[in-house]
């Protein structure tokens, strides 16, 4: 049906594609009236959240006819002292989508030009289209590269940089292809960004880096000013649907940054439930330890069934099938698996697969080995 407000839209907001989440499991049972649905779709926690931060959320649930602190100074604080800036770094944000959307609004115009890479995150196209300004994507490395197929080339990305770029949006490791970045290949390109271009490293998923590939974060931030890094709630711990993330930055950046950002923009339950998710070391350490273990399930099921993947150190896999990968996300959807199709992010013959427990995994490859018989296998 045609939108009789179409007209009235900002130019950008006219020809916007929305985001489109993963399914969740109530949709694909009221859809299929399917049962005991998995949601493998959207790299959630398995494990759920932390004791504590349920705990934590619970405690404070019949406060709720109350506004929140709107500064959100206790978490603000604890996340000043885990990450050694000034509290005046930190802003917090309705998940780290709502701090990406800030940093556009502050920074990009229709004047204005953000650098990206292809097969980067979904978000980083839509906050720069929604305000006009041009996306500028560089080429991915390519898909047989040695070392990191589908990866960011970071040399296309500083070739794009010229006197209209605002911003150049890193996701480490990137979402939808788990690939990532060298610690010192990334201290070198931070070292030839001109300062007057924001970087946002995106580093929603760096709590499942093993720590090899962990860039030093808070030195990096030390010696670039133009560095906002992003983190978010939403992935190791657990709190998706309480929806918080925050950006550690310069004090002027943030300054900027709150400007824009709404008040109350964090909710009580997730402050809460963040301050106590971070004491939780306990946790964490479950998660990590769950998602290694995972990630190599799902590695040697897919060598098995002969699919390829693309390497990861986050907490999913996408699998190429070499054709339309379509039919087999209706099939496994009919068996009450639910993965990400990718052909949004120009990439048909891939399925992104979230790590779940060890039952999680094998159900999703007992699936696909269903399928794949049924479909034929598609092996080269």
Request: glycine share 6%; net charge negative; with cysteine.
């Amino acid at each position: 049906m045609t939108n009789k407000f179409i007209e009235l839209a900002a130019p950008g907001v006219q020809q916007l594609k929305p985001y489109i989440p993963g399914k969740p499991v109530e949709t694909l049972e009221r859809e299929l009236g399917v049962t005991n649905s998995l949601k493998l779709a959207s790299n959630e926690n398995p494990l759920g959240p932390s004791p504590l931060a349920v705990e934590a959320a619970q405690s404070v649930v019949a406060s709720v006819n109350f506004y929140p602190d709107g500064s959100g100074y206790k978490l603000v604080e604890a996340l000043s002292s885990l990450h050694r800036v000034r509290a005046d770094s930190i802003t917090l944000g309705n998940g780290s989508n709502d701090v990406l959307e800030l940093i556009a609004r502050a920074f990009l115009t229709p004047q204005h030009s953000a650098v990206f890479s292809q097969y980067a995150f979904a978000v980083y196209p839509i906050v720069t289209q929604a305000i006009g300004a041009t996306a500028k994507v560089a080429p991915a490395l390519a898909v047989d590269h040695p070392e990191m197929p589908y990866g960011h080339d970071l040399e296309a990305m500083l070739s794009l940089i010229d006197a209209t770029t605002r911003i150049v949006f890193i996701a480490n490791p990137n979402n939808p292809t788990g690939t990532w970045l060298k610690p010192d290949a990334l201290k070198t390109f931070l070292g030839k960004v001109p300062d007057s271009v924001i970087v946002v490293l995106d580093e929603a998923y760096y709590e499942y880096m093993p720590d090899d590939c962990r860039p030093d974060t808070e030195s990096l931030l030390r010696f670039h000013e133009n560095l906002i890094v992003t983190r978010t709630f939403s992935k190791m711990y657990g709190l998706a649907g309480l929806r918080i993330g925050y950006a550690i930055s310069d004090s002027g950046i943030a300054d900027l940054l709150n400007r824009v950002r709404q008040p109350f923009n964090t909710n009580l339950l997730a402050q809460a439930a963040a301050l106590a998710a971070l004491s939780d070391h306990n946790h964490i350490q479950r998660s990590f330890d769950s998602n290694r273990l995972g990630l190599q399930q799902l590695q040697q099921g897919f060598d098995e069934l002969g699919l390829s993947y693309i390497p990861s150190i986050g907490n999913f896999l996408t699998v190429d099938f070499q054709r339309d990968a379509a039919p087999i996300d209706q099939a496994l959807l009919q068996l009450g698996v639910i993965t990400r199709p990718l052909a949004g992010y120009q990439m048909p013959h891939h399925l992104r697969v979230t790590v779940g427990t060890e039952s999680h995994n094998q159900r999703l490859l007992s699936a696909l080995t269903q399928v794949l018989e049924q479909q034929g296998s598609g092996r080269s």
